[in-house]
């Protein structure tokens, strides 16, 4: 039964080993280990406005035009707008009416610290664009889109005194006015997005509005194989609820998702962030993901704004969410936008863990110290098992002799020597697999962590103390780990030795191994772990002294 328990503890390692690679495949939009390959399905394109009838490139984007649609209008002259809000730095460029660049004023970059955070971007081979337009044509050609010149009217950039700071853009394209009125509020990462069309012809037209977020291929900077994340579009419908897909999938024309629905939205997911359009509620739409091709790819929504008599106007208010994924933020945007915070499988147990976590954080100040609070509480909540299991543990200490004894008796039987042992279990009133349980009790908790401190944009950048200046990211110089590795040493230690030297040896590499891996782990995981060690070394010895025999 000692071996039974080693097996045991190795078996759990194992395990969470296997569930953190899987969860990492899946936050990478891979196939998860554990459900089976959905069939394939193409993407199909919306009716009737065809994804691929909309403009390719916006001018002066830098990835250029599709291999083979027409080539696009000669540049004309430009502008760009940049509004300053207390959340936001933005820039609209007058061609299209598209925005190119969203800085956030309150997050710093993950890999250069001196800059701020920013999205929407057309820099290079990066490509992060928010793009509105009309699809379909009149008898006097097409309709204003994303490529289609626009004119600025005068007014403040600024929130300066004002709670909120409006751009309107105005183009005459096909016989069609289109006016798209920007409206940036004050404390709010809610962007107003209006659109007034206007028929100038003398006969009915029927546009469609869309909503296109495009992006580029590649992976974040500062991505890592250890510290990888998810980047890609994201969309929730009332009827087929969250959905992620990957840049991949889409590029092969094999990317499954809602295509038809009335409510909901479209996004653009990354790690502690997101861009998501948001059209009028209980309006028809079709939702169309493609490839543009040199590495570029681009989710949308596609709504009919039916016929427009000559001289009349219709408008759609839309809304476009660019920010951080702040739980209580995106919850009150609009259901189901809370889900891009992504805490896989460990949802049902990260959710709660965080909530507490959020109030301890509010009576505290500080994650870090927050971290070691929740840790205290984790252990009086689970104390009663992890108190059974030490208890165990002493007293397989003591009767160490007596079945070093019995497997010197029946080293050449081995059936007689599991029916002594177990006598001797029962005599003793030990349980052999109770000292498994502290490490039980905590796995879907340090699992359920890790989820909450990938997804937890509040605990981005978040000092603790001295050298630990972000508990999202590894510690950088490895000062936990090794503390860990000494606290399970010492743990090892207190705990009944195996008799086989064989096993006894891959006990002590247990703390090596896990110290390991951790290098790479957020140190704020980290520190739970070690806090959660030396609390359970004091447990131990002290329960592990009351059962000790007298000299």
């Not at 969860?23 to 193409?42: E, I, L, R, T």
């Not at 629905?261 to 993901?289: C, E, L, M």
């Not at 002493?394 to 177990?422: G, H, L, S, W, Y």
């Not at 086989?500 to 703390?511: H, T």
């Amino acid at each position: 039964m000692e071996i039974n328990k080693r097996t045991i503890l190795w078996i759990v390692f194992a395990v969470s080993l296997v569930v953190l690679w899987n969860d990492w495949m899946v936050a990478n939009g891979k196939q998860s280990m554990f459900s089976a390959q959905p069939p394939a399905k193409v993407a199909q394109a919306p009716n009737p406005a065809k994804p691929n009838d909309l403009p390719t490139a916006a001018t002066p984007t830098p990835a250029g035009t599709v291999p083979g649609t027409p080539a696009a209008p000669a540049p004309v002259q430009t502008q760009v707008i940049t509004v300053t809000t207390d959340v936001y730095k933005v820039d609209i460029d007058t061609a299209g009416g598209v925005i190119r660049r969203l800085e956030l004023l309150k997050y710093r970059d993950k890999v250069d610290h001196t800059k701020n955070q920013v999205l929407f971007q057309a820099n290079g081979p990066r490509v992060y664009l928010a793009q509105t337009g009309l699809t379909g044509t009149s008898a006097a050609g097409v309709l204003p889109n994303h490529n289609t010149p626009f004119t600025v009217r005068p007014g403040s950039r600024t929130l300066d005194s004002n709670n909120q700071v409006q751009v309107v853009l105005d183009a005459e394209q096909g016989g069609v006015r289109l006016t798209k009125t920007f409206t940036f509020k004050r404390n709010d990462y809610v962007i107003d997005v209006r659109h007034d069309v206007t028929n100038l012809t003398q006969a009915p037209v029927t546009p469609s509005l869309y909503f296109q977020l495009e992006h580029d291929g590649m992976k974040p900077e500062g991505d890592t194989y250890f510290n990888s994340s998810y980047t890609g579009p994201t969309l929730w419908t009332p009827e087929e609820h969250y959905q992620k897909l990957t840049f991949e999938k889409i590029g092969k024309g094999s990317a499954d998702h809602a295509k038809q629905s009335k409510d909901g939205w479209i996004a653009i997911s990354q790690h502690f962030f997101v861009s998501a359009f948001i059209p009028p509620a209980n309006t028809q739409r079709d939702i169309y993901t493609k490839s543009l091709g040199n590495n570029l790819f681009a989710i949308g929504a596609v709504e009919p704004l039916g016929t427009v008599a000559p001289g009349a106007t219709v408008s759609n208010a839309a809304r476009l969410y660019s920010g951080p994924q702040v739980q209580s933020l995106l919850e009150g945007v609009t259901p189901g936008l809370d889900l891009v915070r992504d805490y896989a499988w460990a949802a049902i147990i990260a959710k709660p863990i965080f909530a507490t976590m959020n109030w301890l954080h509010s009576m505290i100040g500080n994650w870090g110290w927050t971290i070691i609070a929740f840790t205290i509480l984790i252990k009086l909540l689970f104390f009663p098992l992890s108190a059974a299991g030490y208890r165990s543990m002493a007293k397989m200490k003591t009767v160490t002799p007596k079945m070093q004894a019995i497997r010197e008796r029946f080293k050449n039987d081995p059936v007689k020597m599991q029916q002594a042992t177990m006598e001797l279990y029962k005599a003793e009133k030990i349980n052999p697999l109770g000292g498994c349980l502290p490490i039980l009790v905590q796995m879907p908790v340090f699992l359920a962590l890790y989820w909450v401190l990938q997804a937890a944009v509040e605990m981005r950048g978040a000092p603790w103390v001295g050298w630990i200046h972000d508990l999202t990211a590894p510690d950088p110089y490895f000062i936990l780990p090794i503390l860990y590795a000494i606290s399970m040493f010492i743990t090892q230690k207190l705990n009944p030795q195996p008799a086989d030297p064989v096993q006894a040896k891959m006990m002590m590499f247990m703390p090596l191994a896990f110290s390991v891996i951790f290098l790479f782990f957020p140190s704020g995981l980290v520190l739970y772990w070690v806090v959660n060690n030396l609390i359970s070394m004091a447990q131990q010895y002290v329960i592990t002294k009351k059962f000790a025999p007298a000299k």
